[in-house]
């Protein structure tokens, strides 16, 4: 990688794409899936082809003057097929077409990109691109799930998916700044990042970088305004000031794009971009909101836990729920400890039984439900662990009863025990001779 744009990365970043490398050991799964689709062609050039206009320097020599000039200041060599779409949107693309013969890298622009930008917005708009590009973004889209019926978003178990997630948002600071790098403008970048995600433009806005940034110390002391703002978008003030520091660092300064004031090292620029991460992240502050996450995450390792086999779909089904309804970190919820659960569940109760009405009550008893019926049955132990819950709760037995009756009627019940033992007696039968010996046929190696 060259050294003018892999120093820059934001730290964080660079650590998640680590870890779901060494912990989930993807590299396999890539590099599988890519030769799969060198082998079929993916055909992205022509879809563009079909949908767009591909321009060549004849069409518009503005276009790939403005790439050579981001392809010299990211250091990077090649040459590129750019196309043009239609759409009014401000966006832009860079990837890989991985293809029998080789690979081509394709740039994408709309119309919208073309005509609102100028040069060195444009600029900046491409060096964004090119840093998913660069830095293997776009490759880790790879783990995207392409099944619709699946209820997960990627390929990797619970806790990979829910660490790939977070990692997305750390992503867009490392390319924000090689848009800065690319286009060497502070305020091109912020102006590009305005429109591509507003759709504004000076005729509505003045960019008042201050009063942007202002917004997130606003919010900063507020956590009932971080749980509604950065519930599910990471704002653009956030990004805004992260680029800001950036460009406050010694490596904006070397690069030539660093806004006047004292220059600080990249790593204390990193710090402080850690908290501003910190400010994206989705998680309950308010009481009664946490409490309800909390008697999910502690009364659910009780069922799990009742019948002393914790299945891996119980587990998953849970990290699930606490992923999409509550947090960006399940793993951070979820305890472990036996004395510990039952320490905090009563507590945990005590404020839903204070704060909260039936509604909450029965939430949590549906979903306590759903994780006992998620290895297809219903054991009397964690029939009486809901109940528990329930009794903990104030809530009425009966109801509770009728809550698990609808989880069992909406398709909890669907292990069949007949398959089951199938299952198990063949799994005991070929565990008790090597492997190929007694089929009929030698095996490949004699």
Known sequence: MSHVWEQYRYRGDAADVQTLFDTYRIQDYLEVYEENARRHDQG??????????????????????????????????????????????????????VRKEGTLTL?????????????AELKSILGHEFGHFLYGHNRMNALL???????????????????FLRWRKKAEISCDRAGLLACGDFHASARALLKATFGLSEKNLNLDVDSLVAQ???????????????????????????LELFARSDLADACGCRLEGPSHPLPVVDDQVDELITLTRRH????????????IALGGAQVMGADAHVGEEEVRLLVQTLHGLFTDEPESVIVTDRDEIEKRLPEACAVIRKEGGEQEKGFVISRLAALAFADGALMESENTAILKVAELLEFPPDAAYRIIVGAAQAGGMRVDATLNRIVTDLQRSFRKRPPGEGRGVPPLWR
């Not at 779409?85 to 860079?94: I, K, M, S």
């Not at 799930?145 to 660490?163: K, Q, R």
């Open 44 to 97: 992205v050039r022509e879809q563009l082809m079909t949908h767009g206009i591909r321009l060549n320097e004849k069409l518009s020599p503005r276009i790939y003057r403005l790439y050579h000039e981001v392809c010299d200041a990211l250091e990077i060599a090649g040459d590129a097929e750019v196309f043009c779409l239609p759409d009014t949107d401000v966006n832009a693309f860079a990837i890989l077409d």
């Open 145 to 163: 799930t392409s099944d619709e019926d699946n209820p997960a978003m990627t390929v990797l178990p619970p806790f990979g998916e829910s660490l």
């Open 284 to 295: 309950p502050v308010k009481p009664l909101s946490k409490a309800v996450m909390d008697v």
């Open 216 to 242: 997130v110390d606003e919010i900063r002391t507020s956590p009932e305004l971080i749980e509604s703002t950065f519930a599910s978008h990471p704002l653009l003030p956030i990004r805004l000031k992260a």
């Open 107 to 119: 740039i994408g622009v709309t119309s919208g990109a073309l005509e609102q930008l100028d040069d």
